[in-house]
């Protein structure tokens, strides 16, 4: 994984904290939601890509159906592959159930409860910031940022525990 690639990405989410903290201005918060669930977006693509290196390697053994997934492909009933596009959700869920099959290990991101709902609700609150209709969309209040924070830090101990199992 490029190491510059994660460091960029995390030092955005880093500064972007302390702007947003400093200044508690409606436009540094709205960078910041979009600065997290970047870094989200980012890691979670990296994390499917080390898999498949990991699988070219002769480390891990994925599947057909993981590698389509990997590749953005899904095999068509005719057998066709056709290109596809996953839901936010689903391409996070999918970077961390690969790894766990694949190492034979307990998934660290679970998908129900309360943190999984937390993070579904700023995951919402990111999409309304990045696809606005009205300017309700636009605001942010102190406790939308407390949800992104409580999804960042739900994602974050999700990764380092699939890390440190690896």
Not at 145 to 154: D, G, K, L, P, T
């Amino acid at each position: 994984m490029n190491k510059e690639f994660f460091s960029i990405l995390l030092d955005d989410c880093r500064e972007g904290a302390e702007v947003w903290a400093e200044q508690l201005t409606d436009a540094s918060k709205r960078a910041y939601v979009r600065t997290v669930f970047s870094f989200i977006e980012g890691n979670s693509h990296r994390l499917k890509l080390l898999w498949l290196e990991c699988h070219k390697e002769g480390y891990i053994k994925l599947s057909e159906k993981e590698l389509n997934c990997i590749n953005g492909f899904k095999i068509e009933e005719d057998g066709q592959k056709k290109i596809i596009k996953s839901a936010f959700k689903d391409s996070i869920k999918s970077s961390f159930s690969i790894a766990s099959n694949a190492f034979n290990i307990k998934n660290p991101l679970i998908t129900t409860g309360d943190d999984w709902r937390n993070f579904s609700r700023a995951l919402e609150i990111r999409h309304r910031l990045t696809h606005p209709k009205t300017i309700e969309d636009l605001d942010v209040s102190i406790q939308n940022m407390q949800v992104v924070e409580s999804a960042c830090e739900f994602y974050r101990k999700a990764t380092i525990e699939l890390v440190t199992k690896l």
